[in-house]
């Protein structure tokens, strides 16, 4: 049996896929005394420095779609733990830079195996991560993701 309605809408699955992934990934990645927040902010990180990127929190937030805000909140927190540095930008002063220390590049390798074995029993039904359908899927969800939304704009029908 399906856990979606007769008749649900695509704004309602994709509200219950994305709770289904932040409850699945915050359970996987508590042992490693991470939160699924924190892990999207880790292993984004991980990426980018890996690209050869030293962002700023404000960077990341926008790489993540996270408030600038609750960024900085959960970076405190990883730098409490020890997983994290944020250090003044010699570019601009009034910017934090970002950077994993050598627990925090640990941790995170750990953490993106355990979540990448999730994605991949997430997409089995689609052909696994690799496969044609589970590609387009990817596509479709990055298509969504550049679509604006503007809350302001009223998108009722008039009566006819």
Do not use: C, N
Not at 111 to 120: D, F, K, M, S
Request: a positive charge; proline letters at 8%; hydrophobic letters at 40%.
């Amino acid at each position: 049996m399906s856990a979606a309605p007769e008749g649900a809408t695509p704004g309602f699955l994709v509200w219950r896929l994305s709770m289904k992934w932040r409850v699945a990934v915050d359970r996987a990645v508590a042992p490693l005394g991470l939160t699924h927040a924190q892990y999207a902010l880790v292993a984004s990180l991980h990426g980018m420095h890996r690209a050869g990127e030293r962002p700023s929190q404000r960077r990341l937030a926008d790489h993540t779609g996270l408030e600038p805000l609750y960024v900085s909140k959960l970076a405190r927190a990883l730098e409490a733990a020890g997983l994290l540095e944020r250090t003044r930008d010699p570019h601009d002063p009034r910017a934090v830079q970002l950077a994993l220390t050598e627990e925090g590049r640990q941790v995170t390798r750990r953490a993106i195996r355990v979540v990448h074995g999730l994605l991949q029993q997430l997409l089995a039904p689609l052909g696994g991560l690799d496969g044609p359908r589970a590609k387009e899927f990817t596509r479709d969800l990055a298509t969504l993701l550049d679509a604006p939304l503007d809350p302001s704009v009223d998108h009722r029908q008039e009566p006819s």
